[in-house]
């Protein structure tokens, strides 16, 4: 049974995206293609890029709405409750009749992972009437990407902080970049959007380049500025993106300077690697802080 949760007061950060059931395997390494490998464990987590950004944006401290859709299954009911027992508004989240999402997700020994997504429900998101007045809207493309650019335009007339997530990587309309005042692409996915010079070019305000162990670039068209990487031994990276983009859109939302938020970002993004699993590995603004050396 769905029984929707909205807060008290306003929405902070308003996620738009997907949500799946993470089907979890780890083995030595992955597999090349018609070869089969020996599994050492299975597991089925929460996921969705949408789902896992709106967790770790609500444990970043913020008022955060998940907009997306869910299919009327039991898959559907265990993502359901995980996004209300982190007190998120899933007041416009819808229930369809189509399976909702998985994720095939291998993870290796170094903790690397290769992914196949199933949509499912997520292609049945579409763009709320009355989409929150959120101070940011986060999105991605695990959804239908005509329905992205129709929210980053929603939000752009409500004067919230657009951010884009550009995973998985797909060629972008330049009508869409240009009403992003964020991008947050890896560094694979910048590549395969022509570059930062590229999404500037075509009006995004900021490109901030997630590079794993190699940290973070922040480009705008004043030049780039370097975050450094945190040091953890990771043991599984699935989600750990998310968890950057996340928690970087609750910290803007708080009134942080991009600065500051990328690093707080790089910090949830690290601690994230070092818990299997994509919505437990989602840190805690405790944790976080804890990371950054905060009182």
């Not at 909702?100 to 579409?126: C, F």
Request: with cysteine; glycine share 12%.
């Amino acid at each position: 049974m769905f029984v929707h949760v909205a807060p008290a007061s306003g929405i902070d950060v308003c996620v738009v995206g997907s949500a799946n059931l993470d089907l979890v395997a780890t083995t030595a390494r992955i597999p090349q293609p018609g070869e089969t490998v020996l599994g050492d464990h299975f597991a089925e987590h929460a996921g969705g890029k949408g789902l896992n950004q709106a967790v770790a944006s609500a444990r970043s401290g913020a008022r955060t709405a998940f907009v997306g859709a869910l299919g009327s299954d039991r898959a559907g009911e265990y993502l359901h409750q995980v996004l209300t027992d982190d007190r998120i508004d899933t007041s416009r989240l819808t229930i369809v009749d189509r399976p909702t999402g998985r994720a095939l997700i291998v993870v290796d020994g170094n903790g690397e992972n290769s992914i196949v997504v199933v949509p499912g429900a997520n292609s049945a998101v579409s763009t709320p009437q009355d989409l929150p007045n959120a101070t940011v809207v986060l999105v991605q493309l695990e959804i239908p990407i005509d329905v992205v650019e129709a929210v980053l335009r929603t939000a752009r007339r409500n004067s919230g902080i657009t951010v884009l997530n550009p995973a998985p990587a797909a060629e972008l309309p330049a009508s869409l970049i240009g009403v992003c005042d964020v991008i947050i692409p890896n560094e694979h996915e910048v590549e395969l959007l022509g570059g930062a010079g590229a999404l500037l070019a075509a009006g995004c305000g900021t490109v901030v380049v997630t590079r794993g162990g190699a940290g973070v670039d922040v480009i705008t068209r004043d030049g780039t500025v370097h975050v450094p990487a945190f040091d953890v031994d990771p043991v599984d990276t699935t989600g750990a993106g998310d968890a950057f983009c996340g928690s970087l859109a609750a910290r803007l939302a708080a009134g942080d300077n991009l600065n500051q938020a990328v690093r707080w970002a790089a910090a949830a993004g690290a601690l994230a690697t070092t818990v299997r699993g994509a919505v437990p590995a989602q840190p805690t603004a405790v944790a976080i802080r804890s990371l950054l050396g905060m009182t």
